[in-house]
């Protein structure tokens, strides 16, 4: 009962309703009694955390009610376009089901297609993300975002498409052959770009979602052959330790980053890739991997996003058996022909980086 | 802005409607739902809520990009846990660097977690009467009323004993010298 007492007047002077006389009688006992004086700072604490959370609780409250009138006010749009005001409510109640279904089926299908990329990336269906763009009401590209491009003339993308994903690729034929991840282009149309910010449209000549890799070929007016590669793709495995680079547009400019081999097999045991110590970032995918000799080795194409520098490439082995496939049937793949020798070897890395970036691109998809 | 830290329903309704529809295409842009657009932009209100209500509130920017960066940071990390390594196309807008706050803000949130838990392993009535007392501010006569008990006395003897319980739960999982 004294427990009650106690709790009761600290709560009085926490709260501030004491009289002066009794606040100076409280506070010498705290003085005195670091017991109590642990107990009101303990109450205090607490107090601090329930009034909290009360408030953040209220205003959770308060934003979803929010949320809740403006929907029927029309004046946020979830999906369905809706013409008069007076209509609003009546259209949204009808078609308030499905608008949930789809929404909720649109997120869950993204939930499993990022699981599968994350798991067995190869196996990604683009049909599924197909489906998924058109599900969802897609939103032309922002005025900002064409602001910022006002000194690019003209870009390539068209003018009501979105930029649905982007990446590397590299040259591996002069004539305009290009090759990076299958997951990057996903979307309806694709250009690249160069480091000096031309573009190009470009055309999927294949795609291999099992290795997840995708030739293109660049169909533009503008492009310019490229004659001979000043690098060769290597066939042969990398030792463990090997210093490696890449190259690739994480962000709109080109960025170097530099590693070495970890581990000779990729994720869970993956033999057609391996594990690669740098720094990759969302971007990186389909940016070459050379050796110090300016050999392409391999293909950046995932990182583990729960450890550090854990990047894995497929193996440059996968480009030539690709290939080696495709010229059985495909007559446009049988022009390509992979460079082998590298006109590198010998020089400084930053010469070897002048030599090569001309012919790294970044890769937009779009979809319209 | 004082609107929100006095969480009055006008100006939330006003900050809602200016941003809203620019975070829900961000978000959709992005491969998100209408459910996830919800959800993030509610957390980053949140999170302004907070800022506008501690002392040291200073917005270096409009309001817009606060929220636009806010929104941006919790769904690029969404993402990533999902595991996802494309550039998820962007639209170029200015941002401002908010981990600080989101550090801030993810810090609160572990907090009202620890709370809600202890909360709810309360049981009822204690939860109630708990959450009538010290968050919805009740007298101790009106939730007597409320309750059934039959004086204002019993309840506070009862409310003490939950007060107690909770406490111990509380603590044991919330450190004070964090």
């Known amino acids: ?368 | 802005m004082k609107g929100l830290a006095n969480n009055d329903s006008k100006a939330i309704e006003t900050i809602y409607k200016d941003n809203f529809s620019m975070v829900q295409a961000l978000i959709l842009n992005n491969s998100g739902s209408y459910d996830d657009a919800r959800d993030i932009f509610q957390e980053a209100m949140v999170t302004l809520y907070e800022k506008a209500k501690s002392e040291s509130f200073v917005l270096t920017c409009q309001v817009k990009t606060y929220i636009y960066s806010v929104c941006r940071r919790l769904w690029l990390k969404k993402l990533q846990q999902a595991g996802k390594f494309v550039t998820q196309a962007e639209s170029l807008e200015e941002t401002v660097l908010v981990e600080d706050d989101l550090e801030v803000h993810e810090k609160r949130n572990a907090e009202f977690a620890i709370m809600e838990r202890a909360l709810s392993s309360l049981g009822e009535p204690c939860k109630s009467l708990i959450e009538a007392y010290y968050i919805h501010k009740k007298g101790m006569t009106e939730i007597a009323d409320e309750f059934g008990y039959t004086n204002a006395d019993n309840a506070k003897n009862q409310k003490y004993k939950c007060l107690m319980r909770l406490k111990k739960l509380f603590f044991s999982q919330y450190n004070i010298g964090d």
């Open chain 1, 1 to 368: 009962m004294e427990d009650k007492l106690l709790l009761e007047t600290i709560e009085r002077y926490l709260g501030g309703t004491m009289l002066a006389e009794e606040k100076a009688w409280f506070e010498q006992l705290r003085k005195n009694t670091p017991e109590i004086d642990q107990m009101v700072v303990e109450h205090r604490i607490f107090l601090h955390q329930i009034e909290e959370f009360g408030m953040v609780q209220k205003i959770k409250h308060t934003l979803h009610n929010t949320h809740k009138t403006l929907v029927e006010k029309a004046d946020i749009n979830e999906g369905g376009s809706v013409s008069t005001r007076g209509r609003v409510v009546q259209f949204y109640n009808k078609y308030k089901k499905v608008t949930a279904i789809a929404a909720s089926i649109a997120g869950l299908t993204a939930l499993v297609i990022s699981g599968l990329v994350a798991y067995f990336s190869p196996a990604v269906n683009n049909d599924q993300i197909e489906l998924l763009g058109k599900k969802i009401e897609q939103v032309t590209r922002t005025q900002q975002a064409q602001g910022a491009r006002l000194n690019e003339v003209d870009s390539k993308i068209p003018k009501d498409a979105t930029v649905t994903a982007g990446g590397t690729a590299f040259m591996i034929d002069g004539k305009g052959f290009l090759i990076t991840n299958a997951h990057v282009v996903k979307g309806s149309g694709t250009i690249v770009v160069n480091r000096n910010g031309q573009e190009f449209n470009a055309k999927i000549i294949n795609i291999d979602h099992e290795r997840d890799l995708a030739i293109l070929k660049i169909q533009d007016e503008d492009f310019k052959p490229l004659g001979n590669l000043p690098y060769g793709i290597k066939k042969s495995s990398v030792d463990l330790g090997e210093e490696l680079y890449t190259l690739g547009y994480p962000r709109e400019e080109i960025v170097y980053s530099m590693g070495y081999l970890s581990a000779q097999s990729g994720r869970d045991g993956d033999t057609s890739s391996c594990q690669i110590s740098l720094s990759a970032n969302p971007g990186n995918s389909g940016g070459p991997v050379f050796n110090k000799n300016g050999e392409i080795v391999g293909i950046i194409s995932k990182k583990e996003t729960k450890a550090e520098g854990v990047v894995y490439a497929i193996k440059s082995k996968g480009i030539f058996k690709m290939i080696d496939e495709l010229k059985e049937s495909d007559t446009s793949v049988q022009k390509i022909k992979l460079p082998s020798s590298s006109k590198l070897k010998g020089m400084g890395r930053t010469d070897q980086v002048k030599e090569v970036e001309d012919f790294v691109f970044q890769v937009k998809a779009y979809q319209n």
